[in-house]
């Protein structure tokens, strides 16, 4: 006899997949190249992690075309907002000096 719980749960994830094809199928993908599909386990979610395709202040837009507000901002400059312009701009302009010279630079 299966419990309610793991029913539910068997539920859940077949929706999930049923939901995120594409998400899904990068996954199966990465699992061909990387152990358990990543480089970070704590990206890693069951039955498998969203793949974002993009993100623009604070939503994520995944593979599949769901759109996700974004409460964790990558726990670092995502917090200004994906693709933000005035760090996206900062960080064009230095590179147009040149970078990872491979020595001293007053860059």
Do not use: V
């Not at 793991?6 to 999930?16: Q, V």
């Not at 386990?41 to 996700?68: E, Q």
């Not at 693709?83 to 860059?107: L, V």
Request: no cysteine; net charge positive; proline share 5%.
């Amino acid at each position: 006899m299966t419990s309610p719980i793991i029913t539910h749960l068997h539920t859940s994830h077949t929706r999930y997949k049923t939901r995120k094809p594409k998400s899904y199928a990068a996954h199966q993908e990465a699992l061909k190249h990387l152990p358990g599909g990543n480089t970070r386990s704590s990206i890693f979610s069951t039955p498998f992690p969203l793949t974002i395709a993009s993100g623009k202040n604070g939503t994520l837009t995944s593979l599949d075309g769901h759109t996700y507000t974004d409460f964790l901002g990558e726990y670092s400059a995502g917090l200004f907002g994906h693709s933000n312009a005035r760090i996206a701009n900062a960080i064009s302009t230095a590179m147009t000096g040149g970078w990872n010279f491979g020595g001293i630079s007053n860059a």
